[in-house]
């Protein structure tokens, strides 16, 4: 029989190469990583490691890697282009190349019938004005690339407080989107190999604060069955679309009509970290297997409900969550740095009831 095992090279070296890795090895897999230096959470756990700006660790990283993947939808869609030449790289540039840039991303949207707020792209000042005429007020204003975790985004209430939000853009294209009074959100993990298997993990509801996410609940509640079709639906569309093979993650709005596209990732997702005890298949497993080939593992959860809360900032009182029964400690060796995530706490439970008493308990990690 022909081993599983590979050498998967991975662009960039934080938490979600780290726990890519970790779910890589029971598999028998090698992991290399190119990341910004020694301080990063993956880079001791790899067979191999360089700076990803830096030539020789690039070719290094070339001689090592059986399949290269990346962690970051910033990640330089000409590196992954030139690298897809020698190597195979999952996801391939066509997914970078749309989700790195929020209006290439709304563009396919609308080309699939996939629902989203109304937008305007705008690459000038002189442009914002007309789009405001157009979309109206309240609206937020977004930079067309290098955006995550609500930075390079401006809320505006009023229009005189359009130079201001274009300020913030320091100069960057930028997309304006009309404002959603959503009910809550949600987010939707599907994985696709290369054999066109694909498999959905449940939509999973997400709660952010200061545009980072604070908590996932898993799946979310409440959902009737044909909005998860629906969600899976939307998926199928942009796995096909863009050939795309690993995981692909689409965060969403859920509103009285509907659901409506925010954004998304072709990458492991921060809401579904809650996967890698509460599913079957954690979605780290699930991206490495369809990286290289294998055959993707069941999505569905082991326990009723999961929840996931984010550790951000400073570590807080972990010891505690180590003696709470059902949960399970992340951390991401990080040093403590204000907005920064440093770990992640899982939680799995028979009854909403139990796992609300958990997130009480947790509280001292949320603001
Ligand atoms: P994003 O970086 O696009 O994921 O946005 C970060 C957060 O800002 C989202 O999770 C929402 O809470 C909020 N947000 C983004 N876009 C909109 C919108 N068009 N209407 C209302 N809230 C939004």
Redesign the pocket.
């Known amino acids: 029989m022909t081993p599983i095992s590979r050498h998967i090279g991975v662009l960039g070296a934080g938490q979600l190469g780290r726990m890519l890795a970790i779910s890589g090895y029971p598999l028998g897999q090698k992991f290399g990583f190119l990341g910004a230096g020694p301080g990063d959470p993956s880079a001791l756990l790899g067979h191999m490691h360089g700076a990803v700006d830096d030539a020789r660790s690039v070719e290094a990283l070339l001689r090592f890697a059986d399949v290269i993947t990346y962690e970051s939808e910033n990640t330089d869609v000409e590196l992954v282009r030139r690298l897809a030449r020698e190597v195979p790289v999952y996801p391939g540039a066509a997914s970078l190349y749309h989700a790195q840039h929020?209006g290439r991303e709304k563009g396919l949207f609308d080309r699939l019938g996939i629902p989203c707020?109304p937008y305007r792209r705008v690459a000038e000042r002189a442009a914002l004005d007309g789009a405001v005429a157009e979309l109206g007020l309240?609206?937020?204003l977004?930079t067309a690339t290098e955006?995550?975790?609500?930075?390079?985004?401006y809320?505006v209430r009023e229009p005189g407080e359009l130079d201001a939000a274009w300020a913030a853009m320091a100069g960057r294209e930028a997309v304006l989107?009309?404002?959603?009074?959503?009910r809550r959100?949600l987010s939707i993990i599907a994985v696709r190999n290369a054999a066109d298997e694909h498999v959905y993990y449940p939509l999973v509801e997400?709660r952010?604060h200061d545009?980072i996410?604070r908590t996932t609940i898993a799946p979310a509640p409440a959902v009737e069955p044909a909005v998860q079709q629906k969600a899976e639906g939307y998926m199928r569309a942009l796995l096909d679309e863009m050939d795309h093979v690993g995981c692909l993650a689409l965060?969403l709005?859920e509103t009285e009509d509907g659901l409506l596209a925010?954004?998304m990732a072709p990458r492991v997702h921060n809401s579904g970290h809650w996967s890698i005890e509460g599913a079957q298949t954690s979605q780290f497993e699930n991206h490495v297997r369809a990286i290289t080939g294998l055959p993707l593992g069941e999505t569905t959860p082991r326990q009723p409900w999961a929840a996931m809360v984010n550790i951000i900032g400073e570590t807080g009182p972990v010891e505690e969550v180590l003696r709470m029964p059902g949960c399970h400690l992340h951390l991401y060796d990080k040093a403590e740095r204000p907005g920064r995530k440093l770990g992640h706490v899982n939680v799995l439970a028979d009854t909403r009831e139990a796992l609300d008493a958990a997130l009480a308990r947790l509280a001292p990690f949320l603001p």
């Open positions: 929020r707020a309240p609206a937020v977004k955006g995550y975790d609500g930075k390079g985004q809320l989107e009309g404002f959603v009074a959503f959100e997400n952010h545009g996410l965060e709005f925010n954004e």
